[in-house]
């Protein structure tokens, strides 16, 4: 098992950059895949990058070529750069993981707000 907790939100003006950070604490970081999720008031939470544990990445459309997803095995650390930020990248971002065995996202973060003002 391994406890997430994501940092670096806050708030920026459109086409501002920020970059999300997610330490896990637990044992075998690298059996899990990591991914980062956003929600927004009244919606679903939404996937929005992935990388598994052998560092293949996966992107939602919307993110292709601004936000770029990375894993730090020897910090046990997931990150999430965010460029060319805009008003609708608005959310709570959630780091989450899975055992690379699993299809089902199990364990998340608390989430950290980021504000994009246009």
């Known amino acids: 098992q391994v406890y997430l907790k994501e940092s670096g939100g806050g708030m920026v003006q459109a086409g501002g950059s920020l970059r999300l950070s997610c330490v896990a604490s637990?044992?075998?970081?690298?059996?899990?895949?990591m991914a980062w999720f956003r929600q927004t008031p009244g919606k679903e939470r939404d996937l929005i990058a992935r990388?598994?544990?052998?560092?293949?990445?996966y992107y939602k459309d919307f993110v292709k070529g601004r936000f770029t997803i990375s894993r730090d095995n020897a910090a046990s650390t997931v990150s999430l750069q965010m460029n060319d930020l805009k008003p609708e990248d608005t959310a709570v971002y959630y780091c989450?993981?899975?055992?690379?065995?699993?299809?089902?996202?199990?364990?998340w973060g608390q989430g950290t707000q980021v504000t994009v003002s246009s």
């Open positions: 989450a993981a899975r055992e690379n065995t699993e299809v089902s996202w199990r364990i």
């Open positions: 990388i598994t544990w052998m560092d293949l990445t």
């Open positions: 637990g044992r075998s970081f690298t059996r899990y895949d």
